[in-house]
């Protein structure tokens, strides 16, 4: 897996693309659950990594709650690797059935804002169609071109002011 990931951030990077690391629970792989959401994010331009892709590439942040849970741990690890690549983005499944969701989901929030990204959950609880998780994506979409417009305006007026 952790080699497959490379390959498609090799290929991303040489297209110029961004990428999304797509975090869910073990469950969350079952079509059945998940509802192709990873289709759906590359059909949108992104090229698609799991979480357990990467995690083991940088060590757990700082948290502000206890981590007992190998998953936990993996996702935390997984934001961290996201704010250290400019490239990418982290979106996470959430079942909210699972309690603990709460925390996690505050947590990775923590991690990614605080060093400037954004931060993008999608509930897959009840969903029937992927309507509402298209939009969310979309946004994300919109907000990443958005952001990269006005680093690249701050940029060039930078130079001019040189």
Known sequence: IEAKAQEIIAEARAKGQKIIVLAGRP????????????????????????????????????????????????????????????????????????????????EVRAILEEKGKLYTQLKIDEITNLGAAKIRLRSLAAALEEKEASANAEKKMDKEAM
């Open 27 to 106: 469950y969350h792989i079952d079509p059945e659950i998940n509802h192709g959401i990873h289709k759906l994010i590359a059909s949108l331009g992104f090229a698609v990594i799991t979480e357990d892709s990467v995690a083991m590439k940088v060590d757990t942040p700082p948290l502000d709650v206890l981590n007992q849970w190998t998953y936990h741990s993996r996702l935390y690890r997984a934001a961290e690797y996201v704010c250290e690549n400019d490239d990418m983005q982290l979106v996470q499944l959430v079942s909210f059935g699972c309690g603990i969701d709460a925390v996690t989901t505050d």
